[in-house]
C-alpha cells in the first residue's frame, strides 16, 4: 500500500464554520505533513509531525490546528478561515529520514465563502 | 531558509524533442533533490531523485544533474510524448532535525505538442 488518503476531496465551508481535513497512510511513515498550494503555484509547507510531534510549524496562523493522533493519521482543524485560505491542502508522508521520498495524497479542494 | 528558483516557467516543445529544466538553490547544505511531476487536478508525483553523492541519474527517458559546487541541478527529459505535459517541480531538502522539509521551486509548466 503506497497510498495516502485524503478526505473529503472537496469542502466548502462558511468563514463562521468550523471543519477538519483527514489524513491516513499505512505506509509505516513516521513523518507527515501539511502543505497548502494555490492555483500555479508551488505547494507551501505548513506543518511537519515527526514521531507523532510536531516539529515544524510554518508560522501558520491559528485558525489551522493540526493533529497527529496516532503514526497513521494527521488531521487539520479548521476555524474561522477567510476566502483567500481558499486552496488545495496537500497531505503528505514519508519514511522520516532524510532524503528520502515524500508520498502525497490527491488532496483536498477547499473553498471558503 | 532555503531557496529554489527554476527556470522556465512555461517550456513547449514538438512530440519528440527533449525537454531541460533548471533549478538552483541556495542552502549549501541541502543534499537531497527530488523532481515531481503534477498533472492538472492531481497530486505531486515523484519521478526521480537525486542525491549530492551522485552527479547524474538516469531512469529511461528521464535523467537528472547535480552540480553540487554550483548549486544548480536539472531535469532531462529525452524523446517527449504527450503524456509528458504537465507541471514539473524541482525540490531540495535543507538540514532539519524533524522530518523533510521539502522547498519546490516556482514550477514549470511543459507542453508537448503533437
Known amino acids: 500500500d503506497t497510498e495516502v488518503t485524503q478526505t473529503p476531496k472537496h469542502l466548502v465551508m462558511g468563514m463562521t464554520n468550523k471543519k477538519s481535513l483527514k489524513c491516513e497512510q499505512h505506509?509505516?511513515?513516521?513523518?507527515m505533513y501539511w502543505y497548502k498550494q494555490k492555483a500555479k503555484k508551488p505547494p507551501e509547507l505548513m506543518f511537519v509531525?515527526?514521531?507523532?510531534?510536531?516539529?515544524i510549524n510554518e508560522s501558520v496562523p491559528s485558525r489551522f490546528s493540526p493533529e497527529c493522533p496516532n503514526s497513521s493519521l494527521l488531521n487539520l482543524h479548521l476555524h474561522a478561515l477567510q476566502p483567500e485560505d481558499s486552496a488545495l491542502y496537500l497531505c503528505?508522508?514519508?519514511?522520516?529520514?532524510?532524503?528520502?521520498?515524500?508520498?502525497f495524497g490527491q488532496g483536498t479542494r477547499l473553498t471558503v465563502v | 531558509g532555503e531557496n529554489v528558483e527554476q527556470h522556465p516557467s512555461t517550456l513547449s516543445v514538438q512530440e519528440g524533442d527533449s525537454a531541460v529544466i533548471k533549478c538552483t538553490y541556495s542552502?549549501?547544505?541541502?543534499?537531497?533533490f527530488p523532481w515531481y511531476k503534477q498533472e492538472l487536478g492531481k497530486r505531486p508525483q515523484l519521478i526521480i531523485d537525486?542525491?549530492?553523492?551522485?552527479g547524474e541519474k538516469k531512469d529511461q527517458r528521464i535523467a537528472v544533474t547535480l552540480n553540487k559546487t554550483a548549486k544548480h541541478f536539472s531535469l532531462h527529459i529525452t524523446e517527449t510524448q504527450p503524456e509528458d505535459s504537465a507541471v514539473y517541480f524541482c525540490?531540495?531538502?535543507?538540514?532539519?532535525?524533524?522530518?523533510?522539509?521539502?522547498?519546490f521551486g516556482t514550477g514549470t509548466q511543459l507542453k508537448v505538442e503533437l
Open positions: 525540490a531540495a531538502i535543507p538540514f532539519t532535525g524533524g522530518g523533510n522539509k521539502l522547498t
Open positions: 505506509m509505516g511513515h513516521r513523518a
Open positions: 509531525y515527526s514521531y507523532e510531534k510536531l516539529s
Open positions: 542552502d549549501s547544505a541541502s543534499n537531497y
Open positions: 503528505a508522508s514519508s519514511q522520516g529520514r532524510r532524503e528520502t521520498e515524500a508520498f
Open positions: 537525486i542525491r549530492s553523492n551522485v
